[in-house]
């Protein structure tokens, strides 16, 4: 965790009273620190730059930037940093756009106070959390046949296994003893060999094929 010993949260949504009850949330644990709230995804973009926070918790629908685009613009500009599409929208193509552009996690709106608690807590560890129309959504998407999936090496499945452990690049690189250059060639192959475009999305096609203990 950070040297503060809490989780820095950044709200975008461009409604004041959804930022205004989640901000009453957040102040419930105190292992969450609200750091600023955004009300559309251009200032979203501006205020994590300003702020640095860990986890950015991101409306979809919103007015001059929506948050799929807000979240391709964060990830850009900060790999590491983890970020929840949290709205009240099922729609396939919202969910498949805003995880392909690099969110970590996707929620509705009706979700408990406790399960979004951990939902943070879980994505600062890098580790997924998602609705089940979400996940749903991206195992259509992922469905391969099975003779595909037995493509992966031993090399590739020690290195999925620790991605859905939540590690980061650097940190398998230390597990495993081998170069950060040599795991981001296997998480490439890995991607390639499921057809997926992100390492959330080969995490859930992993856990939904028992490829991986979770």
Known sequence: MNETNTIKVLLVDDHNVVRSGLAAFLMAFDDLDLVGEANNGEEAVRKVKELDPDVVLMDLVM???DGAEATEEIMDYDPDLKVIALTSFKE???IERVMEAGAI???LK???ADELAEAIRDAFDGKPTLAPEAAQALIQKTRKPKNQVEELTPREKEVLQLMGEGL????IADELVISN???KFHVSSILGKLNVESRTEAVVYAMKHD???S
Do not use: A, F, R
């Open 92 to 94: 396939k193509d919202l």
């Open 63 to 65: 007015p001059k930037m």
């Open 211 to 213: 490829l991986i203990d």
């Open 105 to 107: 996690g996707y929620l």
């Open 181 to 183: 250059s040599t795991v």
């Open 110 to 112: 009706n979700v408990g």
């Open 168 to 171: 980061t690049n650097p940190q």
